[in-house]
């Protein structure tokens, strides 16, 4: 007979939660149970009831708390932390309560991040890109002015590079060459 594989994943209440492995990782029931305070056979019409985990309960062979193989009632693993999150706090022995609803608040946390962190992503990459495109916007804008004065000033420079003594002359010696207009750059060739 092979030996059964078994990992410990968790502990309630001081008792080992051991995942069985024999080419499918499962739980027993009754160590929880037990470890609860919960009646098994409670669980186990609960369990066999519900629509989902029904059909998934089997006899497997299991490591008892005693260290000696058993066959127990199982469950999937990845099914027990529903199961868990299920089980009524005010039903459990006394000091296994707080962690059970340590345990319980923790799962309605891990639903609402995991229904609403799309959404919160979303969210969030929407108003970062608003705030962005505010920026480039903005800097479009100084863009565009800077171009503008850009132009004109080497339009400007044009017409100083252009200039000659004569027209400095012809000006009275001076270099108000341009009107008031052309000095802004608003002015043709």
């Not at 299991?62 to 529903?82: S, W």
């Not at 340590?102 to 609402?112: S, T």
């Not at 608003?130 to 017409?159: W, Y």
Request: proline share 2%.
């Amino acid at each position: 007979m092979n030996k059964v594989k078994t990992t410990t994943v968790a502990k309630i209440n001081q008792v080992d939660i051991l995942v069985i492995e024999n080419g499918e990782k499962r739980v027993a029931i009754r160590p929880i149970c037990d470890a609860l305070g919960v009646s098994i056979q409670g669980q186990l019409d609960k369990l066999k009831d519900d629509p989902i985990l029904g059909s998934t309960i089997k006899l497997s062979l299991t490591v008892g708390a005693d260290g000696r193989e058993r066959e127990m009632q199982t469950i999937p693993y990845m099914f027990v932390f529903g199961w868990l999150f299920r089980i009524d706090s005010r039903n459990v022995k006394e000091e296994a309560r707080e962690t059970v609803l340590k345990y319980q608040l923790e799962c309605y946390k891990a639903l609402y991040y995991h229904f609403t962190s799309y959404a919160e992503f979303v969210e969030q990459k929407q108003k970062a890109i608003e705030a962005q495109m505010e920026i480039v916007d903005d800097a479009s804008k100084s863009f565009n002015t800077a171009k503008d004065v850009m132009g004109d000033a080497k339009k400007v420079l044009l017409k100083l590079r252009k200039l000659t003594f004569e027209d400095f002359d012809a000006e009275n010696r001076q270099l108000n060459l341009f009107s008031d207009e052309d000095q802004k750059g608003g002015f043709d060739e």
